[in-house]
């Protein structure tokens, strides 16, 4: 469905100017108004409209305690979407499992057709789960692979994943073998170069991280794809942190399975995700809790989980309708100008190091370290002293402090990292606490709600 038509009914529309003057933050613009005005811009030039974006913040309920630089775990709610979830799940106990066995599947049919749209990928290719670890889990456990079978994947991966192939390993003495992807690559030849050297006669299936969640590199997903499949190998794509951040359609990637997030990047509850696969690889992948009442070659098989909380999904329908008014390529461009507000401030300091790759080959996400200080004392120092919430990543490839903002995060927000991070480097900081105390943040400063200095 295109985005006109779409939109053409949206409840958000009709919702959102009463539900956001309802949340007290904002009383003179609607979303519709604000998001419209950045439209008309070249995406570059809309993505630094800082005080067009500080209205679009107010259509979230930011908290003043603190600043959240740490918004790659999951994604506040904008207020018209936890609206509509709180009425779901409102209008749910009232009507329960005459809902449920009633009208739910219309709905929840119609939700998966939109997602589908916007995927780029038929229906009949999508299963609604509920994050990404489990998309991937039914895929990792679903194929069969025997002993001596070879998987690529690099320590870069996120942990869940490799932990469910070393699994998978252990079950059935297949061999995961561990690649180097070089940080800060000069180009993305390097990437492909690495995945492609691993590659034998007996792997299988390669792991590739759409953006690498302890760095923030996107990976040349499509172009490994394309290297993968002329020789035979599969590829499956994490997607936890692409989908809903960068413009793309799945099948841009042409990839064989991918599952991403929806309460990360794309705004929805927590607790919604979505897996994609081929319709050719349907066939031969185990669902993970069985289900024979479904065809086998139906990708709804997948969906067998028992009963779930289904306003999480059903909230979902607000989210894309969200996205859609203001343009995942939009959201894109504003991350890509925080991220690189912040960086491109402090990438010169001396002792600090940035894991972050070059300016369009990431988005959202950068991690920074300083030399001498342990991430984890960075991490609990910028809480304690700055009110400033990120958080330390320890891997054996990258140690630093990973930052990320989201949309209704303010430049000015930004300046306080900023200047934190300069006052660490000049060892302006006060006692350092003790690893594991608990936090204890200034008190926070009483300014007009919601704004941000
Ligand atoms: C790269 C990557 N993959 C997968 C996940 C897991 O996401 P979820 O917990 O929503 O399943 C994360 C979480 O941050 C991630 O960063």
Redesign the pocket.
């Known amino acids: 469905m295109k985005r006109r038509n779409f939109l053409k009914n949206s409840a958000l529309l009709a919702i959102s100017p009463s539900l956001v003057k309802a949340s007290g933050r904002i009383n003179t613009i609607t979303l519709e108004e604000n998001l419209a005005a950045l439209n008309r811009q070249p995406k570059q030039i809309a993505a630094s409209m800082n005080d067009e974006w500080d209205r679009i913040a107010m259509l979230y309920d930011v908290s003043s305690d603190f600043i959240n630089l740490e918004n ?3 994604s506040m709610l904008p207020v018209p979407v936890l609206e509509s979830f709180i009425q779901k799940t409102k209008d749910l106990n009232r009507k329960l499992t005459l809902f449920m066995r009633k009208e739910m599947e219309t709905e929840r049919q119609a939700i998966k057709n939109n997602l589908a749209d916007i995927a780029g990928v038929p229906t009949s290719e999508i299963a609604l789960v509920r ?4 998309g ?1 889990n039914i895929v990792i456990h679903g194929i069969d692979l025997k002993a001596g079978d070879e998987i690529i994947l690099s320590k870069q ?2 942990g ?2 490799i932990d469910a192939f070393e699994q998978k390993a252990k079950r059935t003495g297949s061999v995961n073998k561990y690649i180097n992807i070089p940080l800060a690559p000069l180009s993305k030849q390097a990437i492909i170069d690495a995945y492609a050297k691993a590659i034998t006669p007996k792997t299988k299936l390669i792991l590739v ?1 759409h ?3 302890i760095t923030g590199q996107i990976m040349p997903v499509r172009e490994i794809c394309d290297m993968a499949h002329a020789r035979g190998v599969e590829v499956i794509v ?1 997607g ?2 692409s989908f809903g951040l960068i413009d793309f359609r799945i099948t841009d990637l042409d990839c064989d399975y991918f599952a991403t ?1 929806l ?2 990047w794309f705004g929805a509850p927590i607790g919604a ?1 979505l897996l994609h696969m081929k319709t050719s690889k349907i066939g031969k992948v185990w669902p993970l809790l069985g289900d024979t009442g479904k065809d086998r070659n139906s990708i709804e098989k997948f969906e067998h989980i028992g009963t779930n909380p289904p306003a999480v999904y059903l909230s979902a329908r607000a989210a894309i309708e969200f996205n859609l008014l203001m343009g995942i390529k939009l959201k894109e461009e504003r991350l890509r100008y925080l991220k690189n507000y912040w960086v491109d401030k402090v990438k010169d300091i001396p002792k600090v190091k940035m894991f972050t790759p070059a300016a369009n080959q990431s988005c959202a996400i950068a991690t920074f370290a300083i030399d001498g200080m342990p991430p984890a004392e960075i991490e609990q120092l910028l809480l304690n002293q700055h009110r400033i919430f990120t958080v330390a990543i320890n891997n054996d490839e990258v140690s630093g402090v990973r930052v990320t903002p989201h949309v209704f995060t303010s430049v000015g927000q930004l300046d306080k990292l900023v200047e934190a991070i300069r006052a660490f480097v000049e060892g302006k900081f006060g006692p350092i606490p003790e690893p594991g105390a608990k936090p204890t943040m200034p008190a926070p400063v009483k300014s007009g709600k919601g704004k941000k200095k």
């Open positions: 790659g775990y999951c994050n990404t670890t489990e991937m991966d996120y869940s994943m991280s953006i690498i969640n994490d936890a942190h997030s309460h990360k995700g």
